[in-house]
C-alpha cells in the first residue's frame, strides 16, 4: 500500500514536471471562431503545437502575458503576391501568419518553394498558373524574355501580346495542361488563373481547367474575365462563366477580390455566389477593404476597351511611386514598355467596399504587393475601420472572416489546413496577440509600406517572431503549405 501511494505520488509529480509549457500565454481573451471560444484563458504551447487552453495558470519556460489583449489565430492571406522579406515583415505586423499567392500562382512551384525553405518569416504556398503555364506554351515564359519587374513587383504576369491575346489550340491546351499537373505534383494548392490576363483563353480553354482542378481534387482560384457593365464582357458575365465552370465540372471556385472585379455590381456578385452556394456548389470569395486597385500597366487587363469597361480613364491611373496621375501619351509610353510598371486603378467607391466586407460570405484577402497600402495594412484596417469606427463588424465575425474562413477554404487542398486558423488544443501555434483597441493601419497610398500598429505578438508554429510589438531578427519560422505528394 506504501507502494503503491509512493508509485502515485512519483505519476503525480512527473505528471506535473511534464506540464512545463515551451511557451504561455497568460490571461488575454482568446478568441476561437470555431467553437466560439471568447474567454480569458491562459494557452500552452509545445513543440509547435497548442497543447492546453485553460482557465487554470499553466507554468511556462517563457510566459507572455497577453493581459487587456485578444489571443486570436495567425490572419491566413490566401492572396498575397509580394513574396519578399520586405512584404513578409510588414505582413507580420499586420497579425498575418500565413501569405500565399493563390490568385495567379508563381511560374515556377518547385524554385519557389526551395528558394522560400528557411528563408521565410511567415508561412507560405502557391498555386499553379494557368497565366504562367499558358505563356511557357506559348513561347514566351514569364521571367525569362527582356522584361523587367520594377521595385520589387513580383513578376507573375506576362506583358500582353500573343500569349495572353491568341486563342490556344487544342494541342496547346493539352500542353497547358501538362504543365499544370507538374506544378500541382510539385506542391501546389489549387489552379489559379488571371483570365482578365489572358483574355486569349476561350470559355472552352476555361471549362478544360476547370476539369483538369476538378480531376485532381484542388480548387480554383480565379481573377474573372472582365469588369464593368459594358456587355458583352460585364462583372456579371464573368461572374456567371466561373460559376458555369464550376458547375459543369465539379470544382471547387473561390473568386478573388469580388469588390474589384465586380465594382458597382459588387452586392449582385454576392447574391450570385449565394445562389450557387445555395444550389449545393462549394463558390467561396474574398475582398480587400481599399478603393484603389494595383496591377501591372502592360498587362492584358488594359488592352483596348479598358476605359469603358472599368468607367475611369487615364487621369485615375497613379504611379504609387511617384503619385502621377497619367495622360493619354504616358499610358501609352508604359503599356508599350517591356519594363513591369505598376500601377494604381482608382476604380472603385467607398460605398461599395462598405457594402462588401461585413458580407458574411466575404473573406479578407489581401492582393498585397509593394506600392499598394493593402500589403501591410489590410488585417489591421479591418479592426480599425469596421470593428472600431464603422461597427458594422464584430470582432469574432473580423477574426473568422482572417482565420477559420480561409483554412477551411484551403482544406480543399490539403488536410495540414485543418490545424490552421484556430485557436484550439492540436491546432497549429500561429498566434496574433493584438490590442483590439488601438490595433490600425499606418500604410497610405503615399507610404504604401508603414507597418500596421497594435500586434504586440506573432507567434508562427511556436516561435515568437513579433516580440513586445518587435520583430525578432534572424528568425525564420515560416513552413511551406504544400498539396501531399501523390493526392489525384
Ligand atoms: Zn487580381
Redesign the pocket.
Known sequence: MRLLTLCLLLLASSALIAQQYDLVIEGGRVLDPETGLDAVRNVGINGGRIARISADTLQGRRVISAKNLVVAPGFIDL?QHGQDLASERVKAFDGVSTALEL??GVPDVAQFLKSKEGHSLINYGTSASHVAARALVFGAPIGSGPSKTHAGIPEILPKSGSATDEHATPEQIEAIEKRLRTELDAGALAVGM?I??TPGATRLEVIEMFRLAAARSVPVYT?MRSTGRVEPGSAIEATSEVIGAAAITGASLHI??IN??CLRDAPECLSMVAGARARGLDVTTEAYPYTA?M?ALNSALFNPGWREKLGISYGELVIPDTGEHLTKERFDELHNSSTTHSVLIYANTQEVVDQVIPHPLVMIAS?GAEGHPRNAGTYSRIFAQYVREKQTLTLMDAVRKMTLMPAQVLERSTPAARTKGRLQEGADADIGVFDPQTISDRSTYQFPMEPSVGVHYLIVGGTVLIDQSKLVPNLFPGRAIVRPSGTQ
Request: without cysteine.
Open positions: 492572396h490568385e495567379i488571371g482578365q490576363y481573377h478573388v477580390h474589384s472585379s486597385g496591377t492582393d
